[in-house]
Nanobody, 127 residues
Framework: QLQLVESGGGLVQPGGSLRLSCAAS????????IGWFRQAPGKEREGISC????????YYADSVKGRFTISRDNAKDTVYLQMNSLKPEDTAVYYC????????????????????WGQGTQVIVSS
């Protein structure tokens, strides 16, 4: 049974930082591409950052590029999303996802080609 559990969300002031973690179990993480998605109230879920299973290549949405960094530690079965310079518009529920890589990581991220999802962790950026 594939399982992903997000953690690390919370309330942070604008300009602050958070590091989200995604703990994986039930599968070999090194075989899977991993994506971070977010969904703000009233909006569709969007792919913000994804990382390849093979060479570590990454994709970032323009809205987070330069502020967020995705990384993976296969030995610990964990994927991270370091979020810096947070803005109020970053407020959302953040989800991690996993899927065997079938195309470019950018395409997988934009098209949401992922089959396994976590339950999400809430991030609120507010003064």
């Amino acid at each position: 049974q594939l399982q992903l559990v997000e953690s690390g969300g919370g309330l942070v002031q604008p300009g602050g930082s958070l590091r989200l973690s995604c703990a994986a179990s039930g599968f070999f993480l090194d075989y899977y591409a991993i994506g971070w998605f977010r969904q703000a109230p009233g909006k569709e879920r969007e792919g913000i950052s994804c990382i390849s299973s093979s060479d570590g290549s990454t994709y970032y949405a323009d809205s987070v590029k330069g502020r967020f960094t995705i990384s993976r530690d296969n030995a610990k079965d964990t994927v991270y999303l370091q979020m810096n310079s947070l803005k109020p518009e970053d407020t959302a529920v953040y989800y991690c996802s996993a899927e065997i890589r079938i195309t470019t990581v950018q395409t997988m991220c934009v098209k949401k080609i992922f089959g396994s999802w976590g339950q999400g962790t809430q991030v609120i950026v507010s003064s």
